[in-house]
């Protein structure tokens, strides 16, 4: 397995720890304010389920957010000055839109609104669809990708296997570094190239 498919697979498994904090959060305000825990009618917003699951996944997504940034995608600088914030917001508000259809679908058109049927679908099948595509616009839009010092620097045909220069992948090949003439670390000693460098 390359470096480059275990980088992701560790993302993917940060990210996925990082939404289930932020879910747990979530699901829990939201039935504390729709179902009220076994307190019957006097639950505070048993009948504006929407608005408890959008106020619900706004505190989930400052969850998200502080975990995003400063973990499941740590080794990704921000795109934006202002961290990612506005965007990862941005990107929240737009996905919370899935969830929110299904819930709607299943009060409105199916006339579900017991708790189980809530659940289903805001936060198993709206959830699911949401996290795909939060995941993929965060990676785009939110967080760049990892450059490699020698990536910039590339001269097609010299070297093919360069490793990405990365919070887990370590210090970029040496040997590739200088097979393109440069070093990471400072000017190229006089005797690495040859006598026809001089």
Known sequence: MSDRTQRFIAEVGRFLAVGG?????????????????????????????????IFANSVGMGVSYY?????????????????????FVAINLLTMLIPIG????????????????????????????????????FRTFVFKRPISLVE?????????????????????????SLARGRSTSGPIPPGVLGPEAD
Request: some cysteine; hydrophobic content about 45%; glycine content about 10%.
């Open 152 to 176: 910039i620097y590339d001269e097609p045909g010299l070297v093919d296997d360069v490793e990405y220069l990365d919070g887990d992948a370590g210090s970029v090949n040496e040997s590739a």
């Open 21 to 53: 904090a932020a879910t747990i959060v979530a699901l829990v305000i939201f039935n504390l304010l729709v179902h009220g825990f076994n307190t019957g009618d006097h639950a505070l917003l048993a009948d504006q389920p929407i608005g408890a699951f």
């Open 67 to 87: 975990g995003s940034r400063h973990w499941a995608f740590r080794d990704r600088p921000p795109v934006t000055s202002d961290g990612g914030l506005t965007t």
């Open 102 to 137: 299904c819930l709607a679908i299943s009060r409105d058109v199916l006339g579900r609104d017991d708790p189980f049927s809530d659940n289903l679908a805001a936060n198993v099948i709206g959830l699911v669809l949401g996290l795909c595509a939060r995941f993929l616009l």
